[in-house]
């Protein structure tokens, strides 16, 4: 699952440094990119679940929690 989470994300942000940590249904994931310059803190967390919204969706994924920095705010 982890890869899968890992490859969802950087398909729809290319650049993007993925970190996932997935216990059974829970994941940490801590995502860097230049996309989120700019953005809100919700706004970056938005694009970061858009990419596994089936996996929450199909129960794949229960409890997920994003950290979703710009390289500046690593």
Known sequence: MTEEITNLIRKRIP?????????GNRAQITVVSKEFEGLTRVRK????????DHLISDGSLHAVSIRALTPGER
């Open 15 to 23: 650049d993007a440094e993925v970190d996932a940590a997935v216990e």
């Open 45 to 52: 967390q938005q694009l970061v679940y858009a990419c596994i």
